[in-house]
């Protein structure tokens, strides 16, 4: 793949049937911990938390939440989108999680929370190479997409969905496993 082909925009309707079976899964290793909100994105008060993609670590800069959801899977939508932005120098990363319910309680600035309580730990995982859904829209951000939704069990602020983006070039990739980084893995 080439970094810079252009025309890959996010967010897609991921197709799953069109999805190519491979390696390469994510580890992801979300301690707990507690966020600051700036205006609509929550800064973690600690960055001992990342994913790892591809042998590089992402370390966890901010989450913020989009309703209804930005992903379409297999053409539905959801009620909800939690966005894990990661980066790692000038690379990005977001870790997409499919919400099915967006109306929890649990105040994310005065409890700290683990997120590797809410990323599913079943279901498949898809990966393309995409942009920022927010200007300015850079591209070659590597998403991690999550099939199987959850629950929000956090009241939060979210922001609106962009539209879909037409499709061009974008290879959805099919991973079968996550697996979980162990603790202090990331240090
Ligand atoms: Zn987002």
Redesign the pocket.
Known sequence: MNGAVQGNQSPIDIDSRAAVSGSGAPFVQFEPTAFRLEDTRYVPLTHQNGVRLDGVTYRLMQI?F?RPS?HFLDGQQFPGEM?IVCQSNSEIAVVGVLLSRVDGVIDLETTPVSLGAVVPSIGRVFRYDGSL?TPPFTEGVKWVVYETPVELPWACVSTRARPLQHKNATLAVLRHEVSHWPAAAVS
């Open positions: 913020h989009h930005e966005h859904t």
